[in-house]
């Protein structure tokens, strides 16, 4: 699943709409950030437990708002005595002022505005199940999305996969023959600077040896084979997996670097640094993997 999601869901209750809302982003551990009105600060231990039920990773924002009908029974986008007793308050509040009164269309429609705003909060205790379920709605609509990104992600992730694992096999064809062919380069200049030795020589025979040691990749090789296998069971399994992935990312591009460093080709370089290339593009989406 991706870390990046958006829900929303929504209840009538009396003349009112709560309209609750969750949005994610990644974060390495589970965040909860909680926006509702202050007579219901306490339903923030209830809403953690729920998202815990659903997401282990990413900071999620929950706000809860409480918004009063817009309409009345009738259809009436606004209540005509409220407005007409909103502006007999204004006109004498203006009035000890010395001010006058000067209605427009723009000040009935915002004090039309702040009536809709103007909502009761009902108890808590009295709209506790509904905002839980009504939570737990915004919740799966969340997941939801959090599920197709992260389809598309792994999609993208095994494509990637399989190009890397097509880099290793061309590394590990070209590779063959290396410590030989430092060999022959190095009796070929002792024998172009007129050295009397020769291939069985003990000082030969040591330099070609801890060359061999040094150019060896066949252990990094090895590794990087095992590690994209691991990579692609970890894909496929369920729970929290995007920090096994990033770990085994960064050894992959661990083991990469310490090819580059060994290798005396330039084909198989050249080969290795285009594999980590598109490690560093795994590395990115793997950060907004739960």
Known sequence: NSMTGYGRASLIYDESSIEIEISSVN???????????????????????????????????????????????????FDE???????????????????????????????????KNQAETPALNKVLSQLKETLVSACKEML???????????????????????YILEIEEHS??????????????????????????????KEVVLFAEKSDTSEEITRLKSHLVQMKSTIEANGCIGRKLEFLLQEISRELNTFCSKSTRTNCTNIALNARTEVEKMREQALNIE
């Open 176 to 205: 063959i023959g290396m410590i030989q062919e430092h060999q022959n380069k190095l009796l070929d200049r002792l024998e172009k600077s007129n050295l009397s030795l020769d291939q069985d020589d003990d000082r030969v025979l």
């Open 81 to 115: 005595s409220l407005i007409e007793s909103d502006l007999d308050q204004l006109e004498t509040f203006l009035k000890k002022k010395n001010q006058t009164l000067e209605v427009s269309p723009d000040l009935i429609l915002q004090l039309a505005n702040l009536r």
């Open 144 to 166: 939801q999305m959090r599920m197709v990104e992260g389809l598309a992600m792994k999609e993208d992730l095994l494509s990637r996969i399989n190009l890397i694992n097509n």
């Open 27 to 77: 974060k390495r551990h589970l965040e909860t950030i909680f926006s509702a009105p202050k007579e219901w600060q306490r339903f923030e231990y209830e809403a953690a437990k729920e998202i815990k039920a659903f997401f282990e990773r990413g900071s999620i924002r929950i706000a809860i708002n409480v918004v009063k009908k817009f309409e009345t029974e009738d259809g009436v986008i």
